[in-house]
């Protein structure tokens, strides 16, 4: 799975982890911030066969986030994740509407 790949097809910066500014000290408007837990799956034969993967999006946005989190459930999509609940908050002190976005997926190994 190409999940940082993906993430950069929706046109958005990304970011694994945590936000970095950039040297212009400039924040975008809209960017993504992700993390992945990946956890062993199917067991058997003394082998593992497969690979759960739980990415955690935090979609940030000064305005409406919800055309960037539909353009990233579509690139999700395209890896083999599945959208999973989201949640909202608002960060007063950046003063950016936050979705927090899961996808869910399997592969073989």
Excluded at 31 to 52: A, C, N
Excluded at 75 to 81: D, Q
Aim: hydrophobic content about 35%.
């Amino acid at each position: 799975m190409e999940i940082q790949k993906a993430m950069e097809r929706t046109g958005l910066p990304v970011y694994n982890s945590a936000y970095r500014r950039g040297d212009d000290e400039e924040m975008p408007g809209e960017y993504l911030i992700w993390s992945e837990v990946v956890t062993p799956g199917d067991f058997f034969d003394d082998e593992w066969h497969s690979l759960q993967h739980l990415v955690t999006v935090h979609v940030c946005s000064r305005g409406n986030p919800m055309g960037a989190v539909a353009r990233l459930c579509v690139e999700m999509a395209r890896e083999g994740l599945s959208f999973a609940p989201m949640q909202d908050r608002y960060d007063e002190d950046a003063d950016m509407y936050i979705k927090v976005v899961q996808f869910r997926g399997e592969e073989g190994i």
